[in-house]
């Protein structure tokens, strides 16, 4: 057998900041970062692909000190005003392929977490304008077909694209916070495409990769109870932005990979946190299932605006109109209260 290795990480394609993040009138435009393919063997620990952790910036507000359970006091800040991101694109590694050997399942493609910001605690953005971006997710790897002295495997899942622009995430819990807000004013999230990773080929084709937010995706870590982080949005547009689930792999023999899931073109919240939307515009966005590479069957999209998963959430003067869904929620799916 054959040695082999995940591909290397991209923690922040132009600005890697470990602690308290302040930028101002700065900015990004036509920036590439792509995690490492993985290597090709057959061992139990076939490589995935390398993932993005924020494509043009990564801000890890925990700071240096931070290890799970341990409690920070105060949570370092971060802040973004008066600044542009235009154009950029991230894309996540390849998974392995498998080379006959006794490994039945291909390397998992890299996903992207923030195609162009990935934020980590608490953030205020303002007055910025996030346009133009692409955020992809790996391709799976391939897995042998089987035959003479061959073992049959399954392609390689498609990485996943969790923000194709922006990914607030939060471990809460564990770091000890409480009541925790991330802040969006005057801020544009426009024309971005997340395209899922498609599935590798194999025996049985590889599932396409998921998109959670074609524009913005807010998480809580999973340990945190509903509603502990608490975001909004005031003043802005998220306009005809992607959420493309990735297409399933081709099957040689077994079945063919199915197509990955699409949850909020335009914004995606996970089950632990909530957002107050004021004065803001989201139109034109689109979240689409991917397909089985047979074409018979198709994944889901869901919440072409919004994709809402836990209650909580509110919205007042705020249009959200002409977005569609290839599934479910064409502007939103869940409910504002």
Known sequence: MSAEGPGGAVYGGTLFVNGALNLNGATFSGNVATGGDAGAGDSALLGVGGPVIGGVVDAQGWGSSWVPGNVISPIPFDAIASSQFLNNTSHGGRGGDTKGGPKTIAGTGGDVWGGDVGAF?????????????????????????????????????????????????NDLVKAGAIGVSDSLTNVDVVDVIAQGGRGGDGHAGGRGGNVDGGGTYVAAGPDDPVGLVIASFTGGEILDDVAQAGQGGVGSGGAAGAGGFAYGGGLDLDFASTIAIEWATIQGNQADGGFSADGKSRGWGIGGGVYLTGPGSTKQNTTITGNSASALGNDVYGAFS
């Open 121 to 169: 605690g608490i953030i205020a953005i303002s007055g910025t304008m996030f346009s133009g971006g692409h955020a992809y997710g790996g391709r799976g790897g391939n897995g042998s077909v089987g035959g003479a002295g061959s073992v049959a495997a399954t392609g390689g899942a498609g990485g996943h694209v969790r923000g194709g622009s922006l990914a607030l995430l």
